[in-house]
Nanobody, 120 residues
Framework: QVQLVESGGGSVQAGGSLRLSCAASGSFFSINTMDWYRQAPGKERELVARKSSGYSPNYADSVKGRFTISRDNAKNTVYLRMDSLKPEDTGVYYC??????????????WGQGTQVTVSS
């Protein structure tokens, strides 16, 4: 089992910044990918940023140049630095991880979500 615990959400005015954190714990061999998704009210969940091991980060077009994803492999933690926030960035942000278990199988886990609210 893999547990993901997110933190760092909150309310901020447009133009402000927030940093989200997501720490993975449990029994696994390695973390392959850690992502951030978000879901705005009445909308589908969408990928915001992805950091796969050995690859450059990927970002949604809507956040390129404003958001930065990074990983601390020693802490099994992924961060999402969000700058120049806009009201349309409002939503619940979810951390997702794909890990390789000790058995060699890959499994996907999701965090509980953290609310980000950007006011104009």
């Amino acid at each position: 089992q893999v547990q993901l615990v997110e933190s760092g959400g909150g309310s901020v005015q447009a133009g402000g910044s927030l940093r989200l954190s997501c720490a993975a714990s449990g029994s696994f061999f390695s973390i392959n990918t850690m992502d951030w998704y978000r879901q705005a009210p009445g909308k589908e969940r969408e990928l915001v940023a992805r950091k796969s091991s050995g690859y450059s980060p990927n970002y949604a077009d809507s956040v390129k140049g404003r958001f930065t994803i990074s990983r601390d492999n020693a802490k099994n933690t992924v961060y999402l630095r969000m700058d120049s926030l806009k009201p349309e960035d409002t939503g619940v942000y979810y951390c997702r991880a794909v890990v390789t278990l000790i058995t060699g199988a890959a499994t996907e886990s999701w965090g509980q979500g953290t609310q980000v609210t950007v006011s104009s």
